[in-house]
C-alpha cells in the first residue's frame, strides 16, 4: 500500500506558493493575471554583490562549505549585528543557512518537543505555524486586529505563557501587516518574556531594511539587552538586497542554540551554496544605504496602494510602516454576490478576485486572520494601478 507518513499529511502547503502556482496555470491558458500573491522583491540583485559571486566561482568556492558558513561570512554576520542592531554575538553565535526559513527551522526542531507551546502573534507568517507542526509542537495562536495595528500587547502575552511554554515567534516588521513595533512596545514585551527565563524568542527580522519610518530595533537590544540571551535574532538578505533565488539567511543567539542549528543542519542540508555566501558577504559588508533606492521605491509604492485602496467603498486597512504588504480588513464583503460568486470568507474572496480581476493576492486565513487578505505591493507603480483597478471594479460588482 502507498502510505504518506503523518508528518508530510499534516503539513499544510504554503499558501503563498499555491496562490503563485493557480496564478500561473492561469498565464499558461493565456490570461492575463497580475501576482501581488508572493512576498519577492521585483529588483535585481546590485551589481556588487553579482560581482562577488564571479570572482567566488573564479576563485574556486565551489567545494563543500563549512556547515555554519564560512568563516568570513560568519565575521561579516557579527560585524553586520553590531553595526546595525548593537547585538554584539561572537562568530560562534552565528550561523548561515539555506534561506532564513531554514534558520527558523533549525531553531524550532532543536528546541521544540511533543507538546511544548510555542506563542505566535497573529497575523504571522504562514510557514511558522507549520513549522512547528513538523516539530510535534502546539501553536498558541495569540490575536491581533486591525484596530489595534495588529500588535498584541504584554497582557495577551503574560496570559499565554504557562507551564508548557517553551519558545515565542515574532516579527517586525511584520509579514503579512507590514506593523512595526515600537521601542517602548518592544520594550513592554520584553518586561512579560524577562519573567519566564526559559522561554526563547525567534525574532524574525528580515525586513529589517524595507522601514518607512523610524530606525530598526532589534528585541534582542532592547532594555539594555535584558533578554538577549532569550532571543535567536533571525535575518537574511532575501528581501533587503533583492536576493530571494541565492538563499542565504543567518542567525544570531545563545552560543548552546546555535550549536544545535549546526549539529541539526548537518544532516539535512550541510553548508549553503559557496558562491552564495561570498555574495552574501559582500552585502553584508556593505553600507546598508546601498538598500536606499528599493526602500524608497517600496515607500513610493505603498502611498500609492493606501491611497488607491482607500477609494474602495468597504475596505479597511492600517498604516503599515515596513516590509511590502498591506492586509486589508475585507468583512465588508462577506454574504455578497456576482453571479454565480458567492463570498463567505477572506477564501472565497481571494478565488474570485483571482478568475474574476485576474489579480493574484492571499486569503488572510493563511495568516491567522480569516478577516483580510494580503496584497503584495513589490511591483511597479503601472502594475499596482492596474491591479487595483481591477479589484476594484470586481468589489464594486458584488451586491
Not at 499558461?28 to 566561482?57: N, R, Y
Not at 526563547?200 to 533578554?227: C, M, N, P, R
Request: net charge neutral; proline share 5%.
Amino acid at each position: 500500500m502507498k502510505r504518506l507518513s503523518n508528518r508530510i499529511n499534516r503539513l499544510a502547503e504554503s499558501a503563498t506558493i499555491a496562490m503563485s502556482r493557480k496564478s500561473r496555470e492561469l498565464k499558461a491558458q493565456g490570461l492575463d493575471v497580475i501576482a501581488l500573491s508572493l512576498g519577492e522583491p521585483d529588483f535585481s540583485t546590485p551589481d556588487f554583490i553579482k560581482e562577488a559571486a564571479h570572482k567566488a566561482i573564479a576563485d574556486n568556492y565551489t567545494h563543500y562549505t563549512p556547515v555554519p558558513g564560512y568563516p568570513e561570512l560568519r565575521e561579516a554576520i557579527s560585524k553586520k549585528f553590531s553595526r546595525d542592531n548593537g547585538l554584539h554575538y561572537t562568530t560562534d553565535q552565528v550561523m548561515a543557512s539555506t534561506g532564513a526559513k531554514q534558520v527558523i527551522a533549525n531553531v524550532v526542531m532543536s528546541l521544540i518537543d511533543k507538546g511544548d507551546e510555542v506563542i505566535v502573534p497573529a497575523p504571522f507568517w504562514v510557514t511558522y505555524l507549520e513549522i512547528i507542526k513538523m516539530a510535534n509542537g502546539a501553536p498558541v495562536i495569540v490575536p491581533a486586529s486591525i484596530e489595534t495595528d495588529f500588535k498584541i500587547t504584554p497582557e495577551q502575552l503574560e496570559n499565554a505563557i504557562n507551564k508548557n511554554t517553551r519558545m515565542m515567534i515574532f516579527s517586525s516588521p511584520c509579514n503579512p501587516t507590514g506593523t512595526v513595533y515600537t521601542r517602548t512596545e518592544l520594550e513592554a514585551l520584553a518586561e512579560v518574556i524577562a519573567r519566564y527565563p526559559d522561554l526563547t524568542v525567534i525574532a524574525d527580522e528580515i525586513y529589517e531594511h524595507i522601514l518607512f519610518t523610524g530606525q530598526h530595533v532589534s528585541l534582542a537590544e532592547v532594555s539594555h539587552g535584558k533578554i538577549f540571551d532569550q532571543v535567536v535574532t533571525v535575518n537574511g538578505v532575501s528581501k533587503a538586497f533583492a536576493m530571494t533565488g541565492w538563499r542565504v539567511g543567518y542567525l544570531g543567539g545563545p552560543k548552546w542554540i546555535t550549536d544545535a542549528c549546526i549539529k541539526m543542519q548537518g544532516q539535512f542540508t550541510s553548508g549553503t551554496c559557496g558562491i552564495a555566501q561570498k555574495a552574501a558577504e559582500a552585502a553584508l559588508l556593505a553600507d546598508p544605504k546601498v538598500t536606499e533606492k528599493m526602500r524608497e521605491a517600496f515607500h513610493a509604492r505603498r502611498d500609492l496602494v493606501l491611497e488607491l485602496l482607500d477609494k474602495i467603498p468597504g475596505l479597511k486597512r492600517n498604516k503599515p510602516e515596513g516590509a511590502f504588504y498591506v492586509f486589508p480588513d475585507v468583512t465588508a464583503f462577506f454574504g455578497k454576490t456576482a453571479g454565480a460568486h458567492h463570498i463567505r470568507n477572506a477564501d472565497d474572496l481571494s478565488m474570485y478576485l483571482l478568475n474574476v480581476a485576474h489579480v493574484a493576492v492571499v486569503t488572510g486565513t493563511a495568516f491567522g486572520d480569516p478577516s483580510c487578505i494580503r496584497i503584495s505591493y513589490a511591483n511597479s507603480e503601472a502594475t499596482l494601478k492596474e491591479a487595483m483597478a481591477r479589484i476594484a471594479k470586481a468589489l464594486d460588482n458584488l451586491k
